[in-house]
């Protein structure tokens, strides 16, 4: 293999390995150093993938169970094969990381298998050793895309087996009976979801006052109701103090915020609290790279370039939000970047996403947010319920809220929980990324009938003009 390169990428994931494609279609001379034997990082193999696979598999079980019924459907005898489950998902994480290795190779990228660290970085040349192959590159330039790892907790001992991370909750053999949770976050909500279609009984500890805090309040106090309808148990300001496993329980030691203590049994304890950034091994320190207070890589707000120029870092190691789709934008950036072009990326219109049903989803400001930097704003709501195609699914809970600036109308913010709102969200993201008004939205013909036409409401709705409510 050649050594030399225009641009080194370590980590392979969704920034890393976009980065690499749209580096070498603007003719740079590539390479991504890659850990695991497969490209497509945490998202791919262990993460965002087969988490919705899973999602998808409970959810058709969930509904042959309770809601064919209402469509005249019988189903009598259904079960659920957990072991083909997680053979689809095992072969739907395949698929995908077969069609990255094919774009490596369709994009002439060299990828090196092993864990690579910074042994040199000047200005137009940075070398990058591969510890597992005992040989080193170099490049002009080079992109630290290594991801984040689970955070674990004190005391809380991981054993795989009865105490947990989101790998061992998506290759489960069997279906707890109680599955306990540490964390009310992404992870914790979808993972509680697939179990519980599956017939777990869902226990989630968090140590704060509610689910998903950076979500608006109104609308994660209406997703809150909505999981705790459908069976979710939440046990509010409580922290974990400790965990012992035995062949057939747990027993979680619970402090709750006035100091008392209380015991919950489970039969599986699923620690969700969150990832930090992946950032040893690299060799930063050495290499002149700063980090954070909190561990993460500090970087030039505008290019993403570290404090040594000529290394860019993207995603999870760095501040923001822990999302894959930031990152591949970022890659897109830098790329581009690096290329001559004017990369761009707009940080106030990037998408958050919750894979529960009714999915969750929102971009920009909340109320709170814009309270508290003394933003006049106006809201538009609109609950799925009177919506024609939300009745013919089956789909009555939720609500559509759009948020825009009292003086000019502009839309600040948007936040949906109801069907299909991972979907729904991107046309609020296109909307606020050319700077739309809430009337520009409302006056947009939506089609009929399609849960779209909720966005549509909610927009008439900031002027108090909505049509079916």
Not at 21 to 37: C, D, F, H, M, N
Not at 72 to 99: F, H, Q
Not at 165 to 186: N, Q
Not at 378 to 396: H, S, V, Y
């Amino acid at each position: 293999m050649e050594n030399s390169f225009d641009l080194i990428i370590i980590g392979g994931g969704p920034g890393g390995y976009v980065c690499a494609i749209r580096a070498s279609q603007l003719g740079l001379k590539t390479a991504v150093v890659e850990k695991r034997p497969v490209m497509g990082g945490t998202c791919v193999n262990v993460g965002c993938i087969p988490s919705k696979a899973l999602l998808d598999s409970s959810e058709h079980f969930f509904r042959a169970l309770h809601g064919f019924a209402d469509h005249g459907i019988t189903a009598d005898s259904v079960k659920i094969d957990v072991r083909k489950m997680m053979e689809r998902k095992t072969r739907i994480v395949k698929e995908l990381t077969d069609g990255l290795k094919y774009l490596m190779d369709k994009n002439k990228i060299t990828v090196f298998q092993g864990s690579g660290r910074i042994e040199k970085a000047a200005p137009g040349s940075v070398t990058v050793k591969i510890n597992e192959l005992s040989t080193a590159i170099t490049g002009k330039y080079c992109v630290i895309a290594t991801g984040s790892e689970i955070i674990d907790i004190p005391n809380v001992k991981i054993d795989g087996k009865k105490i947990i991370t989101s790998d061992h909750a998506i290759a489960l053999e069997k279906i707890p009976e109680h599955l306990a949770i540490i964390g009310a976050g992404v992870i914790g909500l979808e993972l509680g979801s697939v179990w519980r279609r599956l017939g777990s009984k869902i226990t989630v500890i968090e140590i704060l006052p509610d689910i998903l805090m950076g979500l608006d309040r109104q609308m994660r106090e209406l997703a809150r109701r909505i999981l705790e309808k459908q069976g979710m148990s939440f046990l509010f300001e409580q922290r974990v103090t400790g965990a012992q496993a035995d062949k057939s329980r747990v027993n979680i030691q619970l402090e709750k915020k006035d100091g008392s203590k209380d015991i919950l049994d489970a039969d599986c304890l699923l620690v969700a609290v969150g990832r930090r950034p992946y950032t040893e091994g690299l060799g930063l320190p050495e290499a002149g790279i700063k980090l954070n207070a909190r561990g993460r890589i500090e970087v030039d707000r505008h290019s993403l370039e570290t404090s040594v120029p000529g290394i860019f870092a993207i995603g999870d190691v760095i501040e923001g939000p822990m999302l894959a789709h930031r990152a591949e934008d970022e890659g897109v950036m830098i790329a581009e970047r690096i290329a001559g072009k004017a990369g761009h990326i707009n940080y106030d219109t990037i998408p958050f996403i919750v894979y529960t049903w009714p999915e969750i989803a929102w971009v920009g400001r909340s109320e709170e947010q814009l309270t508290e930097a003394g933003i006049a704003y106006n809201t538009g709501k609109f609950l799925f319920r009177p919506n024609g195609r939300a009745k013919a699914m089956n789909e009555a809970d939720g609500q559509v809220k759009i948020i825009a600036d009292k003086k000019t109308d502009r839309i600040l913010g948007a936040c949906i929980v109801g069907p299909n709102a991972s979907e729904l969200i991107a046309e609020c993201v296109l909307a606020m990324e050319f700077g739309a008004s809430a009337e520009d939205l409302a006056r947009t013909v939506h089609a009929h009938p399609t849960l779209s036409e909720t966005v549509k409401e909610a927009a008439l709705a900031v002027d108090r003009r909505s049509i079916h409510s």
